[in-house]
């Protein structure tokens, strides 16, 4: 199958994100950028342009929108070597007020203090059993993601596919002490050989370090540059990690995480196994 580069942002009339229904398109645009360069794709970078990418996800969602534009889209962008871009749309979970990348109050949360009651459903987060080497597949979100099914194979999660990972609030699939039986509530932490922690399948990651939130570097870990991660350290919510604060060794069983992407915003993970 031939490669590509992904990004996936959200359709949401009800979540308007710096004035837009679609959030973060400039952050996707200059994901696909920097993740061409570094596979050497220059006419792929050439071409690509913000009217490109606005009117590829119009295209995506015209087909499915409603009348009153209320219905929330996961809009998965796919990028060619060659330059061609395609979208494809699928209705996704609405978001509560808690996962609202601008307004979420999710990093004033102080784990053994604050309630974390008003962000429920958490997501439940395992801890990988092998390390995963850095590469530019985690550095760059491509088609090639056979490291982060092993992981979550490893951890005995169902492999999440496209639909899967869009699922609506009242849709059920059976998986293991699921929050709400779905798989997209389940996740597994990865980790380097250097035994740092790196990202999980589909989530940057942050963790409650020296009273403050901190997330692994792209540097240390060969993590994902997340357009969310990316919005975060840019507000000052969240704080590039040093290695020390982010060995596997310190991570502890029931721990309180805070996980993020482009399409969810923000939401609360608990470490449910070490």
């Known amino acids: 199958m031939d490669l590509n580069l992904i990004t996936s942002t959200r359709f949401d009339p ?14 996707h645009l200059d994901r696909l950028r920097d993740a061409a360069e570094r596979h050497g794709w220059d006419d792929a970078k050439r071409s690509l342009t913000m009217d490109d990418l606005d009117l590829e996800c119009e295209r995506a969602i015209s087909e499915f929108i409603d009348s009153d534009r209320a219905t929330p889209f996961k809009i998965r962008v796919l990028l060619s070597q060659s330059g061609v871009l395609s979208a494809t749309a699928s209705k996704t979970r609405q978001i509560s007020p808690t996962s609202h990348p601008s307004t979420s ?12 009651s008003p962000y429920s459903p958490y997501v439940q987060l395992y801890l990988d059993t092998q ?56 996740d597994v932490i990865l980790y380097t050989p250097s035994n740092l922690l790196m990202e999980s399948s589909i989530r940057n990651i942050a963790l409650f370090r020296n009273n403050r939130w901190v997330t692994p ?7 994902l540059p997340g357009v969310m991660r990316r919005y975060f350290l840019e507000q000052g ?4 990690a ?21 399409v969810e915003g923000v939401r609360l993970g608990r470490v449910a196994r070490l």
């Open 242 to 262: 040093d290695d020390a604060e982010i060995r596997t060794q310190d991570l502890k069983e029931d721990e309180w995480v805070v996980v993020f992407n482009g």
């Open 217 to 223: 570097s792209t540097t240390s870990t060969g993590c």
């Open 105 to 116: 109050p999710l990093f004033t949360f102080i784990p053994l203090t604050s309630d974390p």
């Open 131 to 186: 390390p995963t080497p850095p590469s530019i597949f985690t550095q760059t979100k491509t088609t090639n993601r056979r490291h982060y099914d092993d992981a979550r194979s490893r951890a005995g999660l169902p492999r999440l596919t496209t639909s899967s990972a869009s699922v609506t609030s009242s849709s059920s699939s059976a998986g293991k002490g699921s929050p709400n039986g779905s798989p997209i509530d389940m």
């Open 14 to 27: 009800e979540h308007i994100v710096d004035g837009s229904c679609y959030w973060f398109l400039q952050y």
């Open 237 to 240: 919510k969240i704080f590039e």
